[in-house]
């Protein structure tokens, strides 16, 4: 049937049906894994020698044999093909062509699947520190954007009806408070993520009289697991990760789809510019927004990725199946997906748009948006807030009707409506004033917005 080599012990007659070892290998992908599965085998090795489980010159030799992989890896030299099956087999075999009998006492007091998860773990903990900082970087270009816009009006939103007009300042806040729960969310998760399970063995422990303490120490986890079962079979961390993963890809998206409504012509509110915009093939006038329209594209994959990751796990009896070999390409495509993302959203903010400026104060300035600030003038003088309310929708619709704005009415049409009314409703209903006035803890004026901007800056740096 096949000539192929075998993997296992003596107890197989003969070799796997070549279909069958490509299905069941995961070197196609897990090599990605290959320098932390190094970095672990080396504690694992220091560990054998210290605990006098191998001798002192054996463990010599394992690590400096793993360090020569290292290198091998890093030039280009060691390239596993699939008879390898995966990546700790890959690195084992190797070693032992390196070691000699010394590589293959490696394995002894583990299995693969404490080293498999081992590896992932140290693999998460690293790109979710790389994640985080990119985190911080988006943060750092919304607030660059922010200080330079308190007084640059918007119209606000609700029901994609205008609102309210707000500071651009106050909106650009609003995604860092966003990213900021992101990287505070990731920092939560990491703690479950910075768990040891090396040493678990295969699911029950070992013979031998391994330290656990000793390998977690020499790995930089926080701590171990205290169940080997677990230990062995807990994908929580992952699922974590992925639905932080997850939000932080719906924050990201609301953003990219802001940004694609507003450099269209019906909103121009920002244009693109040629650095992060793309042609079309045949309309030679197009310039499109093909950034954001991705990252909104590609958070689908990180939510089907978190579906997967749930599915896998929900029916497993314990303790390891290999149906956990799953994890892996859920977590490293959502790891290279928000990446990316994370990456052209920030350079998009910084160099790929531009504000229009008239656009946004004539849209801030040619509305009913200042409505609830009439009806707010009246309530201040002593009008119940609802009588006022239907008084200003009963000016709304004749101004509607006639074609004009609430600061086209005169002072005699004001009176007639309420003798409250006096000559400063005018400035109270300029869109300056508007937002001005909304000074409410959290909200959106211009006293608001630049304690906010202090504190954020604050964070960011501390
Ligand atoms: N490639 C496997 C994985 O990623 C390693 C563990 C395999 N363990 C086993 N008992 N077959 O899950």
Known sequence: MTTQQKTWSQRFESALHPAIARFNASIGFDIELIEYD????????????????????EGDKLVSGLEQIRREYRQGLFVPGIDAEDVHFAVEKRLTEIAGDAGKKLHTARSRNDQAGTDTRLYLRDRIGQIRQQLREFQAVLLDLAENNVETLIPGYTHLQRAQPISLAHYLLAYFEMADRDWERLGDVCQRVNISPLGCGALAGTTFPIDRHYTAAELHFDRIYANSLDGVSDRDFAVEFLAAASLILVHLSRLSEEMILWSSHEFG???LTD???????????????DVPELVRGKAGRVFGNLQAMLVAVKGLPLAYNKDLQEDKEALFDS?????ACLEAMTILLRE??????DRLSAAVAEDFSNATDVADYLAARGVPFREAYNLVGKVVKTC??????????????WKELHPAFETDIYSAIAPQQVVAARNS???TGFEQVRKSLIAARDRLNN
């Open 38 to 57: 190094l970095t672990g085998s080396i504690a694992h090795a220091k560990m054998l020698a210290k605990t006098g489980i191998i001798s002192a010159a």
């Open 269 to 271: 509110f920002i244009s």
């Open 275 to 289: 650095s992060c915009a793309t042609g079309s093939s045949i309309m030679p006038q197009k310039k499109n927004p």
């Open 335 to 339: 790891v290279k997906t928000v990446q």
């Open 352 to 357: 790929g748009i531009a504000f229009n400026r």
């Open 400 to 413: 509607i009707s006639g074609g004009k704005l609430l600061k086209d009415l005169t002072l005699e049409e």
């Open 441 to 443: 803890y959290g909200g």
